[in-house]
T-cell receptor, first 108, second 115 residues
Framework: KNEVEQSPQNLTAQEGEFITINCSYS?????LHWLQQHPGGGIVSLFM???GKKKHGRLIATINIQEKHSSLHITASHPRDSAVYIC??????????FGTGTSLTVIP | NAGVTQTPKFRVLKTGQSMTLLCAQD?????MYWYRQDPGMGLRLIHY???????AKGEVPDGYNVSRLKKQNFLLGLESAAPSQTSVYFC??????????????FGDGTRLSIL
């Protein structure tokens, strides 16, 4: 069973397009995290949120606690946004559950 | 400004060999984690530590041991390497969920192949 499900698994977009990646989870959480993994393998934390919406540059993350759903949006996508985006949730038991990731390719 | 540093970055082992992966963080974080990442699967927690001298099992602990003798270091040992342990290993650190709900900081990964 997967506590965290992401969709789509793979996504190809033209530069400039608006992109949405979805994450659904089935466990109680204290926070939801969006991570970015570049082709070189390094992982960086983009957002951590427990309610509402957060924005950082062209990235926007939203969460609906009642529906157990989060979305990551990228506005005006650029080839440098090409990466794997991972959704993860954490709970008060210090457990992290990770989605399998969405592989994004932005074509110039 | 190192953050989380993992050594080595790559390693090839023969079945039955042992080795230790080192993770070092310079952010004074209490919590440290070891994950493995396999194709088609999300990151899976192997072991974690909530402070110096403490360790706890994660989701997939079998075949691994860990030690946290110093706050800044978290070691992952493979006692007798098996091909099923071929994976990319990530170390992460953080202040912990209950303390401040801070995100985790990840190392660059160690690519380990067991022949």
């Amino acid at each position: 069973k997967n506590e965290v499900e992401q969709s789509p698994q793979n996504l190809t977009a033209q530069e400039g397009e608006f992109i949405t990646i979805n994450c659904s989870y089935s466990v109680g959480i204290s926070a939801l995290h969006w991570l970015q993994q570049h082709p070189g393998g390094g992982i960086v934390s983009l957002f951590m949120l427990s309610s509402g919406k957060k924005k950082h540059g062209r990235l926007i993350a939203t969460i609906n606690i009642q529906e157990k759903h989060s979305s990551l949006h990228i506005t005006a996508s650029h080839p440098r946004d090409s990466a794997v985006y991972i959704c993860a949730v954490s709970n008060t038991g210090n457990q992290f559950y990770f989605g399998t990731g969405t592989s994004l390719t932005v074509i110039p | 400004n190192a953050g989380v540093t993992q050594t080595p970055k790559f390693r090839v082992l023969k079945t039955g060999q042992s080795m230790t992966l080192l993770c070092a963080q310079d952010m004074n974080h209490e919590y440290m984690y070891w994950y493995r990442q396999d194709p088609g699967m999300g990151l899976r927690l192997i072991h974690y530590s909530v402070g110096e001298g403490t360790t706890a099992k994660g989701e997939v602990p079998d075949g691994y041991n860990v030690s946290r003798l110093k706050k800044q270091n978290f070691l992952l040992g493979l006692e007798s390497a098996a091909p099923s342990q071929t994976s990319v290993y990530f170390c992460a650190s953080g202040r912990g969920i209950l303390v401040s709900n801070q995100p985790q900081h990840f190392g660059d990964g160690t690519r380990l192949s067991i022949l």
